[in-house]
Each structure stands twice: as structure tokens, then as C-alpha cells.
């Protein structure tokens, strides 16, 4: 809370009693509704005795670079300050000595669920930590409590760790500043993310610090999910791991991000706080960020079983107005640089989701999501057999794809390919088989209705047939991979809509569209 205005002197000098008492009754008044929200996690998580405490952050904040910029934002880890306390220190440490008009925070909800962000309670007036109290800037709050993008339970802040870790490093750094305490819901999507980013934008002037807190993978059978076992390597492959992702959030590359936790299935707990903040910083902000620091818990404990990658991340530059998006450009012919970027974004989106790494991410550092990858479109992703598995299971394993142009063609992509992995024809695909396997695309045109089968030109059209509730497609190329006359096609087709093989021939509705088609050399 900012403390309360200055009246004149003048006004003070004549009315001192009636403002003495005045005063009192107001903060009588406010303390039978103020509250402050006591430590949940002094003692476990960090010490709960002051001087411990601030020794502790003495190790853990060595001096920034003689010069350094102050960041603006920020990602730090909320795990116990044995474990993450030093990679915290490394992102807070710029930070020594300034002074900020308020710090956001952003962080997981651990004990509910919800969608979007979830505030304090309005009673709430701050947060407190063995080494005092933070206040609530209780406007911003109340400003933010009115939009329907965070209308998330209260109660969520009750046992809350990931904001509460976060207090006493920005105590020891920048005192007693203001702070908007949010926590994000795992049920919220991207474009809820984009929507609280634009709303914090009204937020935001040169002083505002933001502060995303987020662990990275969790790995290990009691965390469910242990996809890359427990060799004498896990450490390292960990810390890759974490250098991938943390890559696309300090290059504030939301989608890349997104896509890249999203696909490998990776247990990125603060992932839909750090989505906030990259929207914020792709939209609101100039300047650049900087990874300080990935590490393991196994680094300091040696346990293997149970580990936590921690991520530091900086960003330095300046606070800006809003910007949107520019409009998204319009479809064309793919040329060939375009098809190589997607055939490999397709591949790269097979990889990650199967070997659960950072390819993905790695394609994203490597290639801007522009031109026709940016533009909305329908697309199909085959996967296709080659060579002695093609010989002994057939050639297609795998194709789905979505008709209209919902999404940009690389996020299209990226969920086909996923989508297709997982062809219910087929058993799922395995890491094993990627080597064993080809990728093909196709970018589809518009459909648009035609009037009977007389219309279809085989090889040239592909065809969605819809008859009864029940409907199926067969892209451009099957006539021509099959050799099908036209009755054999459309026979194939009705079967596939789960329709008798002659459904075609009366009472089917008929659309076509065209595709370009291209795939990976065999």
C-alpha cells in the first residue's frame, strides 16, 4: 500500500485536533478490516529466523556486474532455498539497490484449480516474511479484481509458496515496495494468457518490476513422469533441457515457449506464469533477456530419483504501450526455404513430444514464425513409413490434420503432427520409429462445394464427403498413390465416413479443396 497523501500545511495547522481524531477513527476503522497474509512456508522452505534469513541471502545475492542494468522482469525458481536459493540470488541480484514503484508477481497456483489469475483478498494489506511486511498496492489490485480475466478464488493465496519464496529476495534487494500478487490458474489457456498480459499493461510505468516464479522440470517417479530413467547423464540432460526452454523465454518468445512445454509434456510447474510474462514483455516491452543460471536439485542433493531444474532469467530494457499484433498476412505458394522450415518444424514436434527434449525449442530459436508461417491455414501432417517398414506394415502410419484455417500454419503444424502420432488407426508412434519414418505436409486451400461427384478431378482435388451426420476426407494425393478410378475413391471415402460403399451415389454433399504437397526426402 502506498503510504497515505500529505494534506497542506495549512490545512494541518488549522484543523489539528479534528485531524487527530479523524485519523484515529480511520485506523481503527481499517484495522478491523486489514489483514496480513502471515507465512505459510518460514521454516520449511527458507529460515523463519530474521538474522538466518538474511544471512542466507547475504550467500545467495553476490554483486552484479560493476554496470549492470537493473532488470524489469524477471523469472526466479520457489523451491526451498537450499535447493534454489543460489540460481534465485543470480536473477534477483541486479536488482540491489533500486527502487521500483511496484513488483507483480506472477506465480503457480500448487493447491487449486482455476483459470486465469487469482488475487488476494481486498482485506489483505500485505505480505509478510520473518523480515517484515510487503504492502499490497491494494488500487492496483482493486483495479485488476473488476476485469473477468482474474476472478480466481482468493483462498489460493492461503498456502501458497510460489509468491511467498519470492518476498524475502525482493526484501533484501529493493525493500518494502508495493507488490500485485497473482496467481495463475493451470487451466489458463494462451490466449487468456495474451488477455491478463494486456490488462497488466495498464499496469506497467518505468518502475514496475514483474517477477514470474517458476520451477522447471520435475522429474522422477513421484512426480509421475521420469521419461528420461536415472543414468549417471540425468543431470546434464536436465540442465539442456532447462537451457532449451529458458532459451525461448528470455528470447520472449511466447509461442516458442508455450509449444515447446506444451508438446514435450514437460512438468514445467510455473509455466502459465511465465506465459503471462512473455506475452507482457512480446507486446509491452523493449529490450532483451538473459539467462543467469540453470541447476539441479540433484547439483546439491545428489538424489537422482526426485530432481528439480531450476532457470534464472532476466530481462533488461524498458516498459512500453501495448502493441498488437499486425494483421496475419495472407496464404501463398510455400516456397522451397518455407517447406524445408516446416517439414523440420513437423519433425521437430515429433521428436520432442516422443523423447520428451528440446528440439522443439530448438527449432523455434532457429526459425521466426513469419511469412506464410504466420498465416492462418488448414494443413495435414503424414507420417509415412520408408524402406524395409514400409515393405513389411504398409507405407502410411499416421496422418491428421485439420480442414479450416483456425490458427497460423506453424501452430497448425505443430498440433497435427502431435494429432497424427497419435492416429487411432494405428498403434501410437514410438521414439524408436522416428529414424524409420518420412514426414509429409500438406497446406490446403479453402474448401467450397460443388454441386456432384461429375466435379471431382482425381489427383487434383481433395474431397470431403458428408452424408447422414457422418463425414470423412481423403487429401489430393490418395487417388494418386492408390491408382482408384473415381468410383473406387469415392467407395474408399464412404467406407472411411463409416457409410455403406455406395453412400456416395445418393444424398452425399461434396466439397474440394486443393493442396500444395510436399515431404522429406526418402
Known sequence: MSPPRRRPLDWVARGAGRAALLVGVLMFARGLHAEVRRPAVAGAFY?????????????????????????????????????????AGKAFAALAGRHPSRVILLGPSHHLGFDGGALPASRVTAFATPLGEMPVDVAAVAKLAAEPEFDGPSAAHEREHSLEVELPFLQATVGAVPIVPILVGQGTTRSLARAMAKRLAELLDPGTVVVASSDFTHHGDPYGYAPFGGGP??????????????????????????QQVDVS?????????IAVLLELLAHAFDGSGAIREVTTSGDVSRNWYQVVTYA??????????????????????????????ALALARATLASHLS???????????????????????????????????RKEGRLRGCIGMMDAREPLADAIVDAAVSAAHDPRFPRLREEELAQVGVEISVLSPRRPIADAEAIELGRHGVVLSKDGRSAVF??????????????????????AG????????GAKFEVFTAQVFGEHE
Open 47 to 87: 529460515p523463519a529466523d530474521a538474522a538466518e534469513l538474511r544471512a542466507d541471502l547475504e550467500g545467495f545475492l553476490h554483486p552484479a556486474a560493476p554496470g549492470a542494468a537493473a532488470p524489469v522482469a524477471l523469472i526466479a525458481p520457489h523451491a526451498g532455498y537450499v535447493f534454489s536459493g543460489a540460481t
Open 233 to 258: 547423464d540425468l543431470g546434464k540432460r536436465l540442465t539442456g533441457l532447462g537451457r532449451d526452454t529458458a532459451g525461448r523465454a528470455a528470447a520472449a518468445d511466447a509461442r516458442g515457449f508455450w
Open 265 to 273: 509434456g514437460d512438468t514445467v510447474c510455473g509455466a502459465r506464469p
Open 312 to 341: 534464472g532469467v532476466d530481462f533488461t530494457g524498458a516498459w512500453r504501450a501495448w502493441r498488437e499484433d499486425p494483421p496475419a498476412p495472407q496464404l501463398t505458394e510455400l516456397a522451397a526455404p518455407e517447406q524445408a522450415a
Open 356 to 390: 520428451h527434449e528440446g528440439q522443439l525449442a530448438e527449432w523455434f530459436a532457429a526459425h521466426p514464425v513469419a511469412g506464410n508461417l504466420a498465416a492462418p491455414a488448414g494443413v495435414f501432417v503424414t507420417i509415412n513409413n520408408r524402406g524395409a517398414k514400409a
Open 475 to 496: 487429401l489430393p494425393q490418395v487417388a494418386t498413390e492408390t491408382g482408384w478410378d473415381k468410383a473406387t475413391f469415392l467407395s474408399q471415402l464412404s467406407l472411411k
Open 499 to 506: 457409410l455403406p460403399p455406395d453412400a456416395w451415389k445418393r
